[in-house]
């Protein structure tokens, strides 16, 4: 079965200016892995047990998209791998099991998936916003942190005497 991947899916986003058309294709491409992805992204809670940054894998840049050793459709359910801590998957092994998915998904995904592991997704593909995502799936991420703005201090501005 022929799938549009995800990363092809945020690279039609981008090639659109309006909000609206945005909304749409992604709304047009709903599945549950792209929920998924756009879930590990966006929830705060969600944090996968690696260190940052990209670990050194075999980038295979030559293969055509849809033509890897598998792909983010089926590896994504071994997602609960890198999500929750198990005591009997040493820190070592899982970022081996991680490498190696890299290394099995075609490059554009193991990049996408090096950013969504970081909460970086934004940078690869700056269309894929927080606000853009809860608009085109309503209710799926939790509402956005407020930002608390600096506290002035009492008192105001220290008074220094002058010298008379």
Do not use: C
């Not at 909000?19 to 705060?44: S, T």
């Not at 940078?123 to 799926?140: H, N, R, W």
């Amino acid at each position: 079965m022929n799938r549009t991947s995800i990363p092809q899916i945020f690279e039609e986003v981008e090639k659109f200016p309006s909000k609206q058309a945005k909304i749409d294709i992604l709304r047009r491409y709903d599945n549950q892995i792209l929920r998924g992805i756009l879930e590990l992204n966006f929830i705060p809670e969600y944090k996968m047990l690696l260190p940052e940054g990209a670990p050194p894998f075999k980038k295979d840049d030559k293969t055509p998209d849809g033509y890897s050793e598998t792909n983010l459709f089926t590896e994504f359910r071994r997602m609960y791998i890198w999500l929750r801590p198990d005591p009997n998957i040493s820190k070592t092994k899982r970022e081996q099991l991680w490498i190696q998915m890299l290394e099995g998904i075609h490059w554009k995904e193991a990049d996408l998936m090096n950013h969504v592991k970081d909460k970086k997704l934004t940078e690869l593909y700056k269309s894929i916003t927080y606000d853009l995502v809860s608009e085109a799936f309503p209710g799926m991420l939790p509402p956005k942190p407020v930002e608390e703005a600096p506290k002035k201090k009492k008192g105001g501005a220290k008074q220094v005497p002058l010298a008379g």
